[in-house]
């Protein structure tokens, strides 16, 4: 069974819901902070938990330059090696692909393309960026596309399109050819932890911190020898009917491969490309090429116009945003899930959102403010810190600038969606959202 | 009353004792980790608390230079500045002074250098850096002392010696003089944490966290109208023998000024420095001008013959050391308080200290290492995360390579002085130290 996705409130288009994954439920709408190789830059996975990160990103095309993937797989999955029990996403690597490397060429079977760390040449297809995302094991892996470049007239905008299906076929047909392969197992060394979050329900066992590891890994064919109960698993049928290798799942979920909308600006083709995504068919879809540095008004009008034409009950991600008023403003229009640097990225830079404005903590105004960054904030930063203290760390260059200001916009980003979900569910319930 | 210091057991030359500031109970021997820029560098303040830190050390020249000392003394002190309710010791700048600056002209008034910031030019002396760190606010404050290059032939090491005894006295005087200035008040914004350390016994009331701040500061003259009890104070007397300005404390301790004694290399010079800074009189000694290049032969033949003529009755604090090997071997000399960058410094470097040895986590032999980083620690690191992690954070660059690996080198070094004094106290009933 791939994940679950229960839309439990509405609101005009916003929807709060639960999406249940091998390694835990997630409560949408929801931010997703990205992990790019293998750590959410300066958080431990512990402020993570206790921040109620619940899903985290990973970057395919990092990862799969540095440390590699067959070192991931070997240490149990991105869950083992990174020692993150809750669910993970991988992009597919596409974007990666397209924005940091000049030097690229595409082809019919992939991208060509010069590694940013040492100049040495790798081809990406969509056969090998499933490899690679089944090797990493995250819960959620994305479909190889070809993220368009923007601006793109209609006839290239097309062109892209078209290919990002072909390769769609592809990697679904991959996916489900090799997902048996994922490199979940009981001995994978981590610790479940059941702390954290809104609390919707969670599918993972309360085992507490310092607990037991080992996600309990229940395995569809019996010539397995796991030692724990045998589960039905329909996904042991290959595409030509015959039955294929047991599919690994966690708490009864396997691993799961989304699409991806194309179609550039075009709200023709965005529809198009919606509809014949979900005629190949995936438990959940993204939305590509977007926040490619067209004006946001411009974003939010195919962001509209592509969820039209896509399932309502289906999770539905909006890739790479956004500001704080950006992801409420999607949400509302009923995005699901959504990831972006911009917090900590953000953060590194003493650029730190809060609930009265954008703070640039660099500033000499700050330098004897006694007060806290935000008044409103319930996060550690905020309760033990002055501005003062954190405008002299950025100033001074401190390591522990980089993990103040990251803690602190991560909470307010949750927090932003946390209410963002509460006030869907008191829209159903009182009619005033 | 200045800080108190009880020896509660004895093993050979070794002590185990408790050292009672105005910000808290220290179990000695004690190491302090550095937090040179009001930051132990990548480490939260939450974190110190939970590895059991009771006292840090904050660096006077680098404070002064950035962010400046009325920032700090504006904002509370270091205590308030850097929201640290334990226990923390400044010195006196006169290092990096020497150490940070090449072009630096010493005279009788003190020593001009310029900035390794800005190369603005600046003037240090016994009074300013009383002054400094007076305004800091410290528990625990260092003469301004000429720490002797090595190697310095006997003259040279005699008439920097005789230098820094007269720099003592002028750093008492000034002390004396000016440290019902501290910036100790009920309005300073930090709170009281209870937790941590080897509960030998806590002087700070137990607020819990999140609780109400404040440090309870009882002053001696009844003309202040601090609405809390009032205390007999007996250094509120001025060396003319005029009453003077009441003295802040915290829970019924001051700030404490600290002598240092100097002499390079010479057993004699030493001995001479030791009795004539005694005569000066401190409440502790610090051991200064060791650890500079010397063979870590000579440093313990200096520090033992020192020892011999300090008080026991008194902290004996040994600057700028060490090893973990070393600060066990110094411990069982006597040592009571040691101070040193290196557990931070080499963690960023990604050599970390473990049971089993040195681990330079870099190294690829460690790239798919399932194992923890040191099977035998129980900190947060090794408790949860690999090697392979680890060397895959510090080769990629993270910055919570860093926090991790700092996390863990300091942990092991408390955890390594724990272990000392409680073998200490061993010693004395088994008699088998």
Redesign the interface.
């Known amino acids: 069974m791939s994940i679950e996705f229960h839309v439990e409130a509405r609101a005009g288009t916003a929807r709060a819901g639960r999406l249940i994954t091998a390694h835990g439920e997630i409560a949408t709408p929801v931010f997703m902070p990205v992990g790019t190789?293998?750590?959410v830059?300066?958080?431990?996975?512990?402020t993570l938990e206790e921040l109620g990160v619940q899903i985290l990103l990973g970057n395919t095309y990092h990862l799969y330059l540095?440390?590699g993937v067959e070192?991931v797989r070997?240490?149990g999955g991105l869950h083992g090696?990174?020692?993150w029990p809750r669910a993970i996403l991988t992009d597919s690597g596409g974007f990666q692909v397209f924005s940091l490397n000049e030097l690229r060429k595409v082809t019919e079977g992939g991208v060509t393309f010069r590694s940013h760390l040492d100049g040495g040449s790798h081809f990406f297809s969509p056969e090998s960026a499933m490899a690679a995302q089944i090797g990493l094991g995250a819960d959620i892996v994305m479909a190889f596309d070809e993220c368009t470049e923007y601006p793109a007239d209609r006839a290239r905008a097309k062109t892209s399109m078209e290919l990002t299906l072909r390769w769609a076929e592809r990697s679904k047909k991959h996916f489900e050819e090799h997902k048996h392969e994922v490199p979940w197992s009981a001995a994978s060394?981590f610790?479940l932890s059941a702390s954290g979050g809104d609390h919707v329900g969670t599918a993972a066992p309360s085992t507490g911190s310092?607990q037991a590891p080992g996600c309990p890994v229940e395995r569809s064919s019996a010539a397995f020898d796991s030692g724990t109960t045998v589960v039905e698993e329909q996904s042991g049928l290959r595409p030509d009917g015959q039955p294929g290798a047991a599919v690994p799942t966690c708490h009864g979920k396997t691993q799961s491969l989304f699409g991806i909308v194309q179609g550039g600006m075009d709200l023709e083709l965005r529809k198009e490309s919606a509809l014949r995504t979900i005629e190949i068919g995936f438990p959940g879809y993204g939305i590509g090429g977007l926040s490619v540095g067209e004006p946001r008004e411009l974003t939010r009008e195919v962001v509209e116009a592509t969820l039209e034409h896509l399932p309502t009950d289906k999770p539905r991600y909006l890739m790479g945003v956004g500001t704080p008023e950006e992801i409420v403003e999607y949400a509302r229009l009923g995005v699901d899930m959504m990831d972006c640097v911009l917090p900590t990225r953000a953060a590194r830079h003493g650029l730190l959102f809060t609930s009265e404005g954008r703070v640039s903590i660099k500033q000499a105004r700050y330098?004897?403010d006694?007060g806290p960054l935000d008044p409103n904030c319930a996060c550690?930063v905020c309760?033990?810190?002055?501005r003062?203290?954190l405008r002299?760390?950025y100033?001074?260059n401190?390591?522990?600038a980089?993990?103040?200001n990251t803690i602190h916009n991560l909470s307010f980003y949750l927090d932003t969606m946390r209410r963002v979900r509460h006030s869907i569910r008191l829209g159903e319930e009182s009619r005033c959202f």
């Open positions: 190789q293998a750590s830059k300066a958080v431990p996975q512990d540095r440390p070192t070997k240490l090696f990174m020692s060394a610790r310092g330098a004897q006694q550690r309760q033990r810190y002055s003062a203290y002299h760390l100033a001074a401190e390591v522990l980089q993990v103040l």
